[in-house]
């Protein structure tokens, strides 16, 4: 960080050092078949995600350049199921929010919602309105209540960051829902970082309308499916400290996973 106060900003090219990974000791009623079988399920979380340090050195500086300067911004994350997208986003939320906590950046509002966990795309204004000030509201209120929190200048209003899962699900005829994600960080006073997960590479291309395209912007991060070597990467990493399996097999799985999807939540069922 550079002296006098002025924060240095960090090219998106160079990766960030992730943190460092503690093996939990096994447990002796688990047998190693079992804790293989734990490790390589798809809802197991790990600490750090392998093979996505570029990605996450990506997001982690264009969110944490807009948190310590009070800007405002949108990102678009896409790919494939399976490719790391959602764990990589969580792993820069813990990161920035340990920045915080350790007084290297200023204090923000964390907001995470998802477009498979509302029952119509409109009801995601009240789970973010919750998220933001406890209110409980309409899905129409709550739309009334973003839009004047977001345009009204307060000096003392923290960055809030937002990150929309799933954006796909919330696709609607005229693309209001949207159209007012992308549309609330263009003003200059709402000190909010949209990061939108989504399943379509292309999805501005191939269903949003001019209009939310142009407050989308060009800030993308693709996430492309993994190649085996880093399928047998992500594998190893979870077994790391478990013998279960000989390196052909791990081999044989990446290989076969990579061929077909890469996705990485596939890894168990091929072993």
């Known amino acids: 960080r550079a002296s006098g106060g002025k924060k240095s900003r960090r090219t998106t090219s160079t990766p960030l050092e992730l943190p460092s990974r503690s093996t939990p000791s096994r447990s002796p009623t688990t047998s190693m078949m079992q804790e293989a079988k734990m ?35 949108c990102m678009y994350i896409s790919g494939v199921p399976g490719t790391g997208k959602t764990a990589t986003v969580h792993e820069v939320v813990a990161c920035l929010k340990r920045a915080r906590d350790d007084g290297e950046l200023p204090d923000f509002q964390y907001i995470e919602v998802n477009g498979m966990k509302v029952t119509e795309p409109q009801q995601i204004y009240p789970a973010i309105l919750t998220q933001l000030t406890g209110e409980k509201a309409t899905a129409t209120h709550a739309q009334d209540l973003l839009l004047k929190w977001f345009h009204a200048p307060n000096p003392r209003k923290q960055a809030v960051l937002l990150v929309v899962d799933e954006l796909d699900l919330l696709w609607t005829r005229k693309q209001t829902v949207m159209y007012n994600l992308f549309d609330w960080p263009g003003h200059k006073k709402s000190k909010l970082v949209v990061v939108a997960i989504a399943n379509t590479m292309d999805l501005p291309e191939r269903i949003m309308d001019k209009r939310v395209q142009s407050r989308l912007g060009l800030t993308r991060v693709p996430f492309q499916p993994y190649t085996y070597s880093q399928l ?3 594998i190893k990493s979870r077994l790391e400290g478990i013998d279960a399996f000989d390196s052909e097999s791990i081999e044989l799985a990446a290989r076969k996973v990579a ?13």
């Open 232 to 234: 047998q990467t992500i």
């Open 259 to 271: 061929a077909v999807s890469g996705d990485a939540r596939r890894r168990s069922e091929e072993r």
């Open 39 to 73: 490790k390589l399920h798809a809802s197991a979380l790990p600490e750090s995600l392998p093979c996505r340090e570029e990605e996450f050195a990506n997001v982690y500086n264009f969110c944490e350049e807009r948190i310590a300067s009070n800007e405002s911004g």
